[in-house]
């Protein structure tokens, strides 16, 4: 049970399995269909995973469980997101075609055959293609997403400030937040609360600083970690890319996507569902940034989504005369970025100013526009959209 006043868990997972499973008949909770269960003040949530044929069978089944936990003692507001469950990839031969090639290696005697999916790994020249069950949000026209191969080079602060910059420039954007185990954009945005759901049933973004945002950060208790394995997290994330973020009349212009660091189940499940206008590489100097920098390129290159640059975070710190001191090193991006054959797009200056600021929920191209770092943002914002 949580620790804050309002409704009992245990009261909430009786009241749901007195709704029945039309496929199993048996209650909700017994059935296991209650995934990811949000108890976040008088605010209840949970994800109803189904087969993809099996939608309209349950969205009543959707309505009368929220109903149910809407009638349990202390609830104040009860969502319930119906979602499909990821289908299983095929297990027939990859089809001919240019560019994908499989590893022509033989197991060896006693050894297992490896995957489909290792011999693309052992294999640097195999290559996925484009996913054609892909597209945009509805009423969204672009797509870009901010990637990284590891943790810690500051690929939330360049997509936070990136979309704030583009809102300066005029633009209508959103923000979605895909790191499903460490969201960070309602910090870094300053912005908290309980998202509402449209007419649709689909997730309303939260708005600031002239960005609509999305993230899993408003749906989970603080502080609490999310423990779901990865199709748990991948149907998480799917509910948060089909939010709300325009209308016929007025799309978002560029959605920008904070991608987790790795090439893991999250990553898999954006370039399988979500249509990218390009990629954005974020990486600091060291080799070691580098490296992991390189595999995320990879990944998105053998999917068939376009690397638009890379960007170098951290890239120098200027002292009280002016000087750049390379604290990570220099150069590293700029030569990444030619060997990949796509621009180094700006290069963010060490600034305490920016860590304030991200501390603070201010974006600093909105506050400090003038400061080194916010103008390369702005100015990285002007060339992707140029």
Known sequence: MSDYPGPDRTAILKALDLVIDPRSGT???TAGLVRGLVLRSGRVAFMLEVAPADIELYRPVRDR???????????????VVLTTEVQAPSSAPPPAGPGFKVSPRRPQPGETPPTRRA?????????????????????VKKVIAIASGKGGVGKSTVSVNLAAALAVLGYRVGLLDADIYGPSAPTMLGVDGDPTFDAEKRLN????????????????EPGTANIWRGPMASSALRSLMNSNWGTPSEPLDVLVIDLPPGTGDIQLTLVQKLKMDGVVIVSTPQEIALIDARRAAQMFEKTGAPILGVVENMAYFADSSGARIPIFGTGGARAEAEKLGVPLLAEIPIEVALREACDAGRPL??????????RAFLELAKQLVG
Do not use: C, Y
């Open 27 to 29: 209650g909700l909770t």
């Open 65 to 79: 469980a929220e109903a149910a936990i809407a009638d349990v003692e202390g609830v104040e507001t009860a969502q």
């Open 119 to 139: 011999r693309i790994a052992e294999d640097p020249g195999a290559r996925l293609g484009p996913m054609v069950d892909a597209e945009h949000p509805p009423n």
């Open 205 to 220: 973004p939260m708005e600031a600083w002239g960005v609509k945002v999305m993230s899993i950060g408003f749906i989970v």
């Open 365 to 374: 191209v909105t506050t400090n526009p003038d400061s080194p770092a916010a």
